[in-house]
C-alpha cells in the first residue's frame, strides 16, 4: 500500500515517537511510506533524526503549525492536498489535533481521483492520541473544538485510538458514531527499558544530579507544561520531606513552566530535594527510569501516557492520577491509581512505596509481565496494518 502518515510537529513526545514507530514499521514490511510534518518549532525537542537514515520519505510543510490562525492554515491545507495529489495514497493517517484536521479534509478531497477501481481512496483514518477538548478549559472553547472534531469526523473512515477511553469519550462527545474505532496501544520500542543498563551507569547517573545510592528517587517525565500535574508532586513532597530524609524526586524534561516550578520548589526549601535533568534525548529515558525507584505520573489530561508502560517495563511500580486510559495499565497489581488532584491520597502513595521495597519489587515485576505484548511495535502495527487491509478489502 502507498501510505501517508500527517503529524502537525516531530517534538519530543507520545504521538511523534508512535507515529514514527508505525512508518518505520509499516516500511520494514514493504509498504510505500511517507511522513508529512510541519516544523519542530517550541522547547520540547525534535525528532527529526530518527528520519535522516529511515526506509520512509519526510516532508516539511512549514506552514503546518499548532496554532490556530487561518493566514497559514489556509495555505497548509492546499500545500498538503497539492502533495497528497502528486503522491496518490491509498491511506492518509493523521495524527494530532491541527493536522489531523487539515489533513483529514486534504486527503477526503481527493477521493476517486487515486484509483478509478476504488473511487473509495485514498482512504482516510486518524489516530486520536489525546482529544483536543476537556473539563480544565473554556467551555465554549470545548464546545468549538467538539463542533470541529465532529465536522472532520464526517471526513475520516476509520478512527484509531490510543486507548479504549478515548473511544468512549470521543462517541459520548458525538464524533464519528456512525464510524470504527480501533485501539491499538501506543508501541515502545522496548529493549532498552527491559534490560536495565550497568549499576556503573545508574551510579553515574545519580552521581551526576547529586542524588545519594540509597536513595528512594521518584522520578516524574513530562514536558515542564501546564496540566502535566509538577506542582501536585512538589506540593506533596513538601509534606513529606520533613518525615523522610531519603527520597529525592526527579523531573525529566523542559518547558514553558521550568523557571515557575523551580521558584515553587524553592520557597518549598526542597531546592536539595528536587533534581531537574533537563530535555534528554529519547534513549536517554530508560536509564532516568531505571536510575529511578518509583515512576509517579499526575497529568491532568492524557490519551495513555506512554511513560506508564515504559516505567512497567523498567520493572518499576506507578503512580498515576486516574485519568484517560491510565486505567487501562495501572491497577492495583502494578501501582497506585489515584484520584486526581488528591494530594492526600498522592502523599500516602509516596509513603507506602517509601517504606516497603518489597512492594515495589513485587508490583514492578507485575508490570513488566502484564504490558511487554501488549505494547511492543509489532501488536500496534498489525492492528493498524489489519484496519488498511480491512477499509480497502485485501
Known sequence: MKIVHIITRLILGGAQENTLITCKLLAERGHD???ITGPAIG???ALFEQTKHADFKTIVVDELRREINPMIDIPAYFKLKKILKELQPDIVHTHSAKAGILGRYAGWALKGNISKTNPNLPLVVHTIHGLAFHQYQNPLLSKFYIAVEKATAQKTDAFITVADTMTEKARAAGIGVDKPYTTAYS????????TPPPQSEIEAFRAKY????DAVVFVKVARLFELKGHEYVIESARRMAENHDNCYWLFVGDGLLAEPLKSQIKFAGLEDRFKFTGLVPPEQIPLCIHASDVLVHCSLREGLARVLPQAMLCGKPVISFDID???EVVNENTGF???PENIDQLTAAFEKLLENPDLRCQLGQNGKTAVTEQFAPAT???????VYKNLIGY
Do not use: F, N, R
Request: no cysteine; glycine share 6%; hydrophobic share 40%.
Open 210 to 213: 547529586q542524588i545519594p545510592k
Open 33 to 35: 511510506v511517507t511522513l
Open 187 to 194: 508501541a515502545i520500542e522496548e529493549d532498552a527499558y527491559l
Open 43 to 45: 522547547p520540547e525537542g
Open 325 to 327: 486510559g491510565a486505567k
Open 380 to 386: 500496534m502495527v498489525d492492528t493498524i496494518e489489519s
Open 337 to 339: 491509581l489515584i484520584e
